[in-house]
């Protein structure tokens, strides 16, 4: 068996891979309606997915000051986060459509993975993001509290702490921001989750089949 899955080949799994990806955008084109409609059910959704996002670190990561003296600062903050968030997500959707139906045409392994590789590049950017996110709604919201701050100020708040979770990712602290910027970009990692879902359950339906040959032969 051993010598068998040395002779795996990458072009079988890429097809079966390109099949599934082939099936889920046709699934899309053919359910998605006119274009208005679906952005707006598609924006809510990406809004509801990162305020659910946001609630659920907050709670778990730092429970004391959802409930503490800035509840106020932290339950508004939700809303510029939602649709900020939402705004990124849902028009990075229509990019990674855009690419995986440009990596269907690819002919090479290498090249339809270089392409659908795009997509981790889109999870590196939502990060720098949802900095910008959470210094642009922590600005805004102070002003609405009526003790405004400036921009460059909370920017550098929320720089520190990514500093800090690079220099020192063990410390306790920073593994809670760690964990909550994790969690609250979930939506944007989506895509890349999805691909490797897919690239997984290519490998798993090739080694069936691949095995079930060997029985037989």
């Not at 952005?39 to 809004?47: E, Y």
């Not at 855009?98 to 090249?111: D, G, P, V």
């Not at 879902?197 to 037989?216: E, M, N, P």
């Amino acid at each position: 068996m051993l010598t068998s899955l040395r002779r795996l080949r990458a072009r079988p799994i890429m097809a079966i891979w390109k099949k599934s990806l082939s099936r889920l955008l046709n699934y899309y084109e053919t359910h998605r309606g006119s274009f208005i409609s679906f952005f707006l059910k598609l924006f809510i959704c990406f809004t509801l997915l990162n305020i659910s996002c946001y609630w659920l670190a907050l709670l778990t990561a730092f429970p004391h000051e959802a409930f503490g003296d800035e509840r106020a600062h932290y339950f508004l903050l939700q809303f510029p986060v939602g649709f900020l968030g939402a705004l990124f997500d849902s028009l990075s959707f229509f990019i990674t459509v855009w690419i995986a139906k440009r990596a269907l045409k690819t002919t090479s392994l290498a090249s339809y993975i270089a392409h659908l590789s795009v997509d981790v590049v889109i999870a590196i950017v939502a990060t720098w993001w949802v900095l910008f996110v959470f210094s642009f709604s922590g600005w805004l919201i102070s002003i609405i509290q009526h003790s405004p701050e400036s921009l460059a100020t909370r920017a550098d708040v929320y720089e520190s702490r990514v500093v800090a979770a690079v220099q020192n990712p063990t410390n306790r602290n920073n593994l809670k921001n760690i964990y909550f910027g994790v969690v609250v970009g979930i939506s944007a990692m989506l895509p890349t989750f999805t691909h490797l879902f897919l690239s997984v359950r290519a490998v798993g339906i090739y080694l069936r089949k691949y095995a079930q040959r060997w029985r037989v032969g």
